[in-house]
């Protein structure tokens, strides 16, 4: 077989720009439940979501890229779709891109 660092890698990062890291959370929050019908915790959703300002989720997924993560497919966590899109857009991805 092939070496495991031969095959490409990709991860689904949920994400969440707000304007600070407690309404981001809030908001994440209330989407999973409402959306999936059940409550995540705190340390789940931070440990597995890029949740929180624009800085914080360049964080998050500059780490993921820094691992060796060769494609990151952002799931928007928001009713306001257009709104998230264009925070990604603006916010964060013009300091990952490039």
Same mark, same amino acid.
């Given at each position: 077989?092939?070496? @495991? &660092?031969? #095959?490409?890698?990709?991860?689904?990062l %949920?994400?969440?720009?707000?304007? &600070?890291?407690?309404? @981001?959370?809030?908001?994440? @929050?209330?989407f999973?439940?409402?959306?999936?019908?059940?409550?995540?915790?705190?340390?789940? +959703?931070?440990?597995?979501?890029? !949740?929180?300002?624009?800085?914080?989720?360049?964080?998050k #997924? %500059?780490?993921?890229? /820094?691992?060796?993560?060769?494609? !990151? *497919? !952002?799931? +928007?966590?928001?009713? /306001?779709?257009?709104?998230?899109?264009? %925070?990604? *857009?603006?916010?964060?991805?013009?300091?990952?891109?490039?």
């Amino acid at each position: 077989g092939k070496a @495991a &660092d031969t #095959f490409p890698t990709a991860l689904h990062l %949920r994400a969440h720009v707000g304007p &600070d890291r407690e309404a @981001a959370y809030q908001e994440t @929050a209330a989407f999973l439940k409402a959306y999936y019908g059940q409550e995540y915790t705190r340390q789940h +959703l931070e440990t597995q979501c890029a !949740i929180g300002t624009p800085e914080e989720c360049v964080e998050k #997924f %500059r780490a993921y890229a /820094n691992a060796g993560c060769g494609t !990151i *497919i !952002i799931r +928007l966590l928001s009713w /306001n779709l257009r709104e998230q899109l264009q %925070r990604w *857009i603006t916010q964060v991805l013009p300091q990952v891109v490039g």
